[in-house]
């Protein structure tokens, strides 16, 4: 079965940059890796997504493992307005987004 | 472009009762899903459909009904309400799978 792992919860100070992991070791070569983030009390937003190489846009930046069977989202600085809760959301199957549990980031000031 | 939209933003229904959420958007997009987020949990998927026409089951169908007659329309049909059903549903949708997912604002359901 497909299945992604990520930290419940990590910490950050305000200002420093945050890696947060996922691993999705079932995923196929064809899988995109798709990054939500979802502040209190809102809906899910797109933050970034990738396929093999590392992507940044204004948000973020994507590392994905040369073996694809781990990402890592960095925050370069973490604001106070970045806690949420991180999703990573490996395509398994083509046509379904499913949400896991993700990662609730909090951000100390 | 309003984007993805839902009605009702909020509803209580007595246990038994039926209602329709509803969802369009007007991207033109192909994709659309249904998710239900309970408290402090993540969203799980209820239905997703690929285009008019055609839709399929996500991780949690048990007790929805959907439709998808045109592009713009995705509503979802609660048949006879339940406590477990309290929860707020969210309406999404994407052009194709390699962009970005838009999100509705969601519809808080309470069934008593």
């Known amino acids: 079965d497909a299945k992604t792992t990520q930290p419940n919860s990590m910490e950050s100070n305000e200002e420093e940059p945050v890696h947060l992991p996922c691993n999705h070791s079932t995923i196929s070569g064809t899988d995109y890796i798709h990054w939500y983030r979802q502040l209190p009390s809102q809906g899910p937003e797109y933050v970034i997504h990738?396929?093999?190489s590392n992507v940044n846009n204004r948000m973020a930046s994507l590392a994905i493992a040369e073996d694809r069977k781990s990402s890592t989202l960095i925050l370069h600085r973490a604001t106070l307005r970045d806690a949420a809760v991180y999703y990573c959301i490996p395509l398994y199957n083509n046509n379904d987004m499913r949400f896991g549990a993700g990662t609730r980031l909090t951000v100390k000031p | 472009n309003a984007g993805v939209t839902q009605t009702p933003k909020f509803r209580i229904l007595k246990i038994g009762q039926s209602m329709t959420l509803q969802c369009t958007q007007d991207m033109n997009h192909n994709y659309m899903y249904w998710y239900r987020q309970d408290p402090g949990m993540g969203l799980k998927l209820i239905y997703y459909?690929?285009?008019?026409?055609?839709?399929d089951k996500g991780e949690v169908p048990n007790g929805y009904n959907v439709s998808r007659s045109t592009t713009e329309d995705f509503p979802l049909r609660l048949e006879l309400a339940a406590p477990s059903q309290t929860s707020v549903y969210f309406c999404?949708?994407?052009?194709?799978?390699?962009?970005?997912?838009?999100f509705g604002p969601g519809t808080r359901l309470t069934v008593l």
């Open positions: 990738g396929l093999t």
């Open positions: 459909s690929v285009g008019a026409g055609i839709t």
């Open positions: 999404a949708s994407v052009g194709d799978l390699y962009n970005e997912q838009f």
